[in-house]
């Protein structure tokens, strides 16, 4: 897994040198965090930056809980436009993402595809060239 040696080296250690409004969305259970993910808010779109979430909680779906969440927290923000971040064509943890209907992804000639569309045999053209 590609996971940063710590929030602050991934997400910068001052609010202030950030181009836009940072959310820290959490998950609690029984008091405890569970899980947290960490939204861009601009003005009329928010783009999740990171999840994270306790692996003792792998069952409770808490990745697709922090997305519905993050959507809604945009929605009552004024945003149309919602990018769930990264995913890969492979089998990869960030797979609950490829959950959601109406996805789309960009297949680096300059397209917009549905989601629906990604088979293996298409991941040549997610390639550069």
Request: glycine share 8%; net charge negative.
């Amino acid at each position: 897994a590609n996971v940063p040696p710590s929030l602050t080296d991934f997400l910068g250690a001052s609010q202030d040198e950030y181009p836009c409004p940072v959310v820290e969305i959490t998950a609690r259970l029984a008091g405890e965090q569970a899980a947290a993910s960490y939204l861009d808010l601009g003005q009329a779109g928010a783009s999740s930056v990171y999840a994270i979430f306790d692996p003792a909680h792998s069952n409770r779906s808490l990745g697709i809980a922090t997305m519905l969440w993050e959507i809604d927290y945009a929605r009552q923000h004024g945003c149309r436009h919602y990018h769930p971040g990264y995913a890969f064509h492979a089998p990869s943890e960030m797979d609950y993402k490829k959950q959601f209907t109406g996805s789309e992804w960009f297949d680096w000639r300059g397209h917009w595809l549905p989601l629906e569309r990604v088979k293996v045999r298409d991941r040549k053209d997610a390639l550069p060239g």
